[in-house]
């Protein structure tokens, strides 16, 4: 990774992230991009990498790495039409590899795609009306929303106000409309503006989320800016805002750690944007652009302490924090099967492993998708496929009529194959090998058999039915939120991992450091003993993360005590 002070320079000079990638494109003798432009790159919506699968292989032959590149939409609150899937599949199936991805920031992520085929899969994507601007980069990335089936006007509500953040946050340069979408080119004069992110954008990435409470499937705490919902008999009524979370991390570096947010205040719907603008603005007046590992907004926060930071975004916003409103949150996961929407239609959440939407010898996922999409695009206005920031879908505001239809759909496609244990209903991966340049093991390869390993475990145990986070992650950045797992393995070298326990099921506890540098045996006898404690010594109703804090295995970490109705 570049240093902080090259990285500032470089954004400073790209004439509003245009660099020179239009020379990298047309450059015919790599399959890369020059590397100040794989950075610029980010802010378009994609990454540079490389199959490490074949990079020692290539490397014997004298070849240059497999380079390829990854995709990021922008789609806030993860809402796409029918139409939009479709778009987006027909993409997928002829750019990139093994189908679709779901992020867990509610996203769709496209592998594999190759350099002279860059330009025309993001036309692709955009002539499906959805964009990849700023999905990665120094800057407000995709505004996630929690999926909440049960509150159709309340979701719908606070969905509009996230969409209309997103574009409020979005860099105003005109770079991806000129070199992606062939738009007219601005005289290079030098005074285009970019009133809210100045010629330098953020210190470091910036992330915001609205949760809906009782659920807090977005993990509100792990972002840097979150809106939770507060409603009064299903209407919006505002938001209690909170600041500073952030999962990442660098091992063996104690400057650096997972943070949850801290309480800001509540505050009017009305003033979500002006409130929004503040945090954003002070963290790039603020933040750290010496140190990158220390320039996200928690650190910021540490630095100048809450209260100075809650003052200044109260005087830019012009606006004041009153005291937070009560809320409650029961769990961060998805709730899976039909439920009953507020306005007689209905909902149906489909689990989608590691967000992976292909087709194998199991299930024929991406197809079963497309056909499902195709049934409601042509039979059910208003219809949605709303991509849940644990990774799975929800096929929402289906007609009663259709119900039995996409029952057939999902039969036949085998859609429902990935439902099983509560373990494999609530895992989480990251992407890790082979394209991550920054995993030190497996995720997304790794997370079916470790499921079926922890499994066994709890099936000797008696305690199979028993609900239970498991996060995996390649590396301690924390793509998939593992810090609050109740059990979560950090990537650490191949074949070994952080043993992290402790976290709750309702986001608002970190976990803790159990093993370090541990491989698979060494974890899984640890699991068993606790396992085995577990069973014998919980109390009823009680979580595995919430026991081995009360039993001393896990220390107890930060824990964000919210005000409760």
């Known amino acids: ?307 100075a930071f809650r003052a200044e975004v109260e005087r830019r916003a012009g606006v004041r924090f009153a005291p937070p409103a009560p809320f409650r949150f029961i769990h961060n996961g998805d709730r899976f099967g039909w439920a009953p929407g507020a306005d007689g239609r209905l909902h149906l959440t489909l689990r989608i492993l590691s967000g992976r939407v292909g087709n194998d010898a199991g299930a024929r996922v991406q197809s079963g998708l497309r056909a499902i999409a195709a049934l409601l695009d042509a039979q059910a206005d208003g219809a949605q496929l709303r991509l849940t920031p644990n990774q799975n879908l929800t096929i929402a505001n289906v007609p009663a009529r259709l119900r039995d239809a996409v029952d057939a759909l999902v039969a036949e496609h085998g859609l429902d194959r990935d439902g099983g244990t509560p373990l494999r209903q609530a895992a989480l991966a990251c992407v890790a090998l082979p394209t991550c340049g920054l995993a030190m093991a497996e995720a997304e390869r790794y997370l079916p058999r470790a499921i079926a390993r922890i499994d066994a475990l709890l099936d000797r145990h008696g305690l199979r039915e028993s609900p239970l986070h498991l996060r995996i992650s390649g590396c301690p950045n924390g793509c998939s939120r593992p810090y609050l797992g109740e059990i979560a393995l950090v990537g650490k070298a191949p074949g070994r991992y952080n043993l992290m326990l402790g976290a709750d099921h309702r986001g608002q506890r970190l976990n803790a450091l159990h093993l370090e540098n541990a491989d698979e045996d060494a974890i899984l006898a640890a699991l068993d003993s606790l396992f085995a404690r577990y069973a014998r010594e919980r109390a009823p109703g009680e979580r595995f993360g919430d026991f081995v804090v009360r039993a001393g295995v896990a220390a107890a970490r930060e824990t964000v005590e919210v005000p409760f109705t």
Request: net charge neutral; proline share 5%; glycine share 8%.
């Open 1 to 307: 990774m570049a240093d902080h002070a090259s990285v500032e320079d470089l954004k400073r000079a790209s004439r509003r992230l245009r660099g020179t990638l239009l020379e990298s494109l047309a450059d015919p003798v790599t399959g890369a991009l020059r590397e100040g432009d794989q950075t610029l790159l980010k802010y378009h919506g994609s990454y540079q990498q490389d199959d490490r699968d074949l990079r020692e292989e290539r490397r014997r032959q004298k070849l240059e790495p497999a380079w390829q590149f990854m995709i990021r939409t922008r789609t806030p609150g993860g809402v796409l039409t029918p139409a939009q899937w479709l778009g987006l599949d027909g993409v997928a199936s002829r750019f990139a590899e093994r189908g679709l991805r779901i992020t867990t920031r509610q996203a769709i992520q496209f592998h594999g795609v190759i350099k002279r085929e860059l330009k025309p899969t993001l036309q692709a994507i955009n002539a499906a009306l959805i964009d990849t601007i700023a999905a990665c980069g120094d800057v407000n990335r995709n505004v996630t929303v929690g999926v909440n089936p049960d509150e159709t006007p309340l979701h719908a509500a606070v969905w509009a106000q996230a969409a209309a953040l997103s574009e409020h946050l979005l860099p105003r340069t005109r770079a991806y409309h000129e070199i992606w979408l062939d738009g007219e080119k601005l005289a290079d004069s030098g005074e285009e503006a970019e009133p809210l992110y100045g010629d330098t954008y953020l210190p470091r990435k910036f992330k915001t989320g609205f949760a809906l409470p009782p659920y807090n499937d977005i993990d509100v705490f792990a972002q840097d800016l979150g809106f939770v919902a507060i409603a009064e008999r299903g209407e919006l009524r505002g938001y209690d805002v909170v600041a500073g979370g952030g999962m990442g991390a660098t091992h063996g570096d104690a400057a650096t750690y997972p943070r949850l947010a801290r309480m800001l205040g509540f505050i009017a719907p009305e003033h979500t944007i002006a409130v929004a603008e503040a945090v954003l603005t002070v963290q790039r007046d603020w933040g750290d652009r010496v140190q990158r590992k220390r320039a996200r907004l928690k650190y910021t926060i540490e630095t100048h302490g809450l209260d």
